[in-house]
């Protein structure tokens, strides 16, 4: 039994997966907020290129990899496929799991499989310039490596709160050419806007956002670029499924469950959509996608105050946007319960082609330190997520006497995330309960800081 | 007191929670940090039911419908 499974060079898939072509139910079109109409090709040109619009819109189930992006994808794929022996070892599980590691990648996760073609396709547009906007790096590093491979300039505007506090993937970003700046910034005007109220803003996601796309449509030859959601950052992402694919088959295996972390969809997609085409089509397999319990977007929904009657007279009572029978009124009249997940990763829930687990933090740190001190690779916090269900059906498959065949995705190494890990091997994770004096300065702070009207 | 925030992939502590959305709590306050706090407790001290249900209780914004809002406000400004 060997550890690893390799795929020659010349046996890479030369074209994505599109499921699109493939599901039982189409993708409802996205809807513009302004009028309700299905959004149309050209109002996304101010921020994409239409050879990537053309493929976010596309229904070609094959979609053939350009030359130029095999070419950097070669750096480093296809990643190897590996064999989790010391962990079901640990387990004393029968199950057989098997990982692919996309942490081999240069900016150490399975970003830059859409980062690449992303930036070979605006280039090809005639593009000189990107923007975009990250959170802790992870999306900004891949990006910026990839387009110092394709000669374009970048700008990514980082949550500042990142930003001052984590400086790793800035640096990387830098060392490859590229050029990160906190977010609120004074470069832009939704920026400055920011600043103005409060000098010292710490800086969120949707501000970030709103900076790279205002730079992106006011600046001569420059686009925009989203590492998850989409459906074309989706279809780049396939490559995963299709190398482990052709990977298993070369032992002889087929897997019984596939597993990936969901947050924005994106990695899970990658190693799942080229076996639900297979279930779709007949194959008896199980796929799974794991999210967090504090955000669990699939399983349960968002948590939401309930004022319990539309007159607002009643206590305001916390709970999940779904299950228990509980839709508030506009997720329901929108349609839109999975809002934060990508809408094909919510097509193939809601057709039943998935499930979803959610895991806690401790449990997945739990999982992550178990693999790490077994396997040896220290995952990404949320590939952690993963592994947690990985670790829970090798262990199903023990308790029932079953010779399972588990696949994984581990999206990502952690090496950059040590700090999270310190923080649960020091016991600052645990569920305890926050001291009175903390909450009361929490508190003040809370009355010294601007609120909405 | 830090936790890892799951949407910025960092350890976070709740004051940055509790004012992330322009001013408002994150949508993941209590689901993040029930075990730890007592959410409800602190939001009903420090916020308006409107403002409350402005951030919980209103219909989220899809990733694509927040970038086309940018992308409007933006062509505003030019």
Not at chain 1, 94 to 119: C, D, F, L, M, W
Not at chain 1, 239 to 249: H, S
Not at chain 2, 40 to 45: F, G, Q, Y
Not at chain 2, 47 to 65: C, G, I, M, V, W
Request: charged letters at 25%; one cysteine or more; aromatic letters at 8%.
């Amino acid at each position: 039994m060997e550890k690893k499974v390799f795929l020659s060079e010349k046996d890479m898939p030369r074209a994505w997966y599109n499921i699109q072509a493939d599901l039982p139910h189409p993708l409802p079109p996205p809807l513009n907020p302004a009028t309700g109409e299905p959004i149309t090709p050209d109002m996304l040109e101010a921020i994409f290129p239409m050879n990537l619009i053309e493929q976010e819109m596309s229904l070609s189930r094959s979609i053939p990899i350009p030359d130029e992006v095999l070419e950097q994808l070669l750096l480093w794929r296809p990643t190897p496929m590996y064999r989790a022996t010391a962990l079901e070892k640990r387990l004393g599980t029968p199950a057989r799991i098997y990982y692919k590691n996309e942490g081999v990648s240069p900016a150490g996760s399975h970003k830059p499989n859409t980062s690449v073609a992303q930036a070979y396709y605006n280039k090809e547009a005639g593009i000189k310039r990107l923007t975009t906007e990250t959170g802790a790096g992870q999306w900004g590093s891949a990006l910026a490596f990839a387009c110092n491979r394709f000669g374009l300039e970048i700008k990514v505007y980082m949550v500042r709160v990142s930003f001052d506090q984590k400086p790793y993937r800035r640096m990387m970003m830098e060392t490859w050419g590229g050029t990160c700046v906190p977010s609120p910034s004074p470069d832009t005007s939704a920026g400055r806007g920011f600043l103005e109220a409060d000098p010292d803003h710490s800086g969120s996601l949707g501000i970030a956002i709103s900076e790279a796309i205002e730079d992106a449509v006011t600046s001569e030859n420059t686009k925009y670029s989203l590492g998850s959601v989409l459906n074309h950052v989706l279809l780049h992402q396939s490559v995963i499924g299709l190398e482990a694919r052709k990977q298993l088959e070369s032992i002889g295996e087929y897997p019984d469950i596939i597993i990936g972390c969901a947050g924005g969809g994106s990695n899970f997609a990658g190693i799942a959509f080229p076996f639900i085409r297979d279930k779709i089509h007949g194959k008896d397999i199980r796929v799974i996608a794991s999210e967090p319990t504090s955000c669990p977007t699939l399983t349960r929904g968002h948590y939401v105050y309930d004022f319990g009657d539309t007159a607002k007279t009643t206590p305001l009572l916390p709970m999940y946007s779904i299950g228990h029978g509980f839709i508030p009124a506009p997720i329901h009249a929108g349609g839109l319960r999975y809002h934060g997940m990508a809408p094909l990763v919510s097509r193939v829930f809601t057709d039943g082609l998935i499930e979803a687990k959610a895991y806690n933090q401790l449990e997945t740190f739990a999982a992550g330190i178990a693999f790490a001190r077994t396997e040896g690779f220290i995952p990404a916090p949320e590939t952690n997520h993963a592994i947690a269900c990985a670790i829970e059906e090798a262990k199903r498959a023990k308790e029932e006497g079953k010779e399972r065949v588990i696949l994984m995705n581990f999206s990502g190494h952690g090496i950059i995330d040590l700090p999270s890990y310190d923080a649960y091997l020091s016991g600052k994770l645990q569920d305890h309960v926050m001291p009175d004096e903390e909450i009361e300065k929490l508190l003040k702070e809370l009355d010294e800081y601007p609120k909405p009207k | 007191m830090e936790i890892y925030c799951p949407q910025l992939g960092m350890m976070i502590g709740i004051s940055y929670c509790l004012k992330v959305q322009e001013g408002l709590p994150c949508r993941n306050t209590f689901g993040c940090w029930k075990e730890r706090v007592d959410v409800a407790a602190v939001l009903k001290a420090k916020f308006t039911d409107e403002q409350l249900y402005r951030a919980f209780n209103t219909l989220p914004k899809s990733r694509l419908q927040k970038i086309l809002e940018s992308v409007r406000s933006a062509r505003r400004e030019e």
